[in-house]
């Protein structure tokens, strides 16, 4: 049995279900999506849809993304956020237009059922972006921290790779878990599109929002499985881009 860890969809449908395809997928895996299922491409409603029949067949751990929670508040609140709507929200907007009150009540149950953290029972810990507290996320006062900072990568980007985990400069964040595996900031930034990892933390954001493909990530073997770059699914459409 393998523990997979998905990076960020962005409503990329058909990059996932190719990437699960590779990765040759069965039942008997455990399936962890590190968030941000929508704002991007324009299959947001299909996605969802998707992820909620996975769940029937497969072990699957849904984590909260920020842009899942900004999908919510609009489904709820059906107010206008024009930031929202420049990074992904128009074609998420879009893709919900043409469904049923009963569909967005389930979608809006999934959003809400979302989990902002799993720490396995080998304390490796998964989240979408990040934490803040030195003691780790138990102690964390605001809970949109896990799906909204990017310290943690930011710090562990930082560190010097000489400096041991003995050492007393070295973050106290970091010693709380054997591993750290989160999404949110896309590695293309860094001129990246495979999963980047520095000191214990991992990234799977491989800019499946952008230009880049969406990973599958074993976190026993550290083998890869990607998509094709997931603009091609969609050679009509910008995405976030």
């Given amino acids: ?46 996605t969802v849809e998707f992820l909620l029949e996975l769940q029937k067949t497969h072990k699957c751990i849904y984590l909260r993304g920020n842009h899942d929670e900004l999908c919510l508040d609009w489904l709820l609140k059906e107010e206008h956020n024009p930031v929202w709507l420049q990074h992904g ?6 893709s919900y237009a043409a469904v049923s009150e009963e569909t967005k009540k389930r979608h809006i149950q999934f959003y809400k059922e979302l989990k902002n953290y799993y ?10 972006a990040g934490f803040t507290n030195l003691k780790g996320i138990e102690h964390e006062y605001f809970t949109k ?25 070295y973050p106290a964040r970091l010693k709380n ?24 933390v991992w ?7 952008f230009k880049g493909p969406l990973t599958i990530f074993d ?7 990607q998509s094709d770059p997931v603009y091609t699914f969609y050679p009509s459409e910008k995405g976030r881009n």
């Fill in 1 to 46: 049995m393998r523990t997979l860890v998905i990076g960020d969809i962005h409503s990329g449908l058909k990059a996932l279900q190719q990437v699960l395809e590779k990765a040759e997928v069965t039942t008997e895996d455990t399936l962890i999506f590190l968030g941000d299922y929508v704002d991007g491409w324009s299959e947001a409603v299909e």
């Fill in 89 to 94: 929200g128009t074609a998420t907007s879009t």
């Fill in 119 to 128: 720490l396995d029972k080998e304390n490796r810990l998964f989240l979408h």
């Fill in 145 to 169: 921290t896990f799906y909204w900072d990017r310290t943690l990568w930011e710090l562990a980007v930082s560190l010097n790779p000489d400096l041991q985990e003995e050492d007393s400069n």
């Fill in 177 to 200: 878990y054997k591993e750290i595996y989160i999404g949110h900031t896309p590695v293309t930034r860094m001129g990246k599109t495979t999963p980047q990892n520095f000191a214990n």
């Fill in 203 to 209: 990234n799977i954001d491989t800019g499946a929002a």
């Fill in 219 to 225: 976190i026993k073997s550290k083998k890869i499985w």
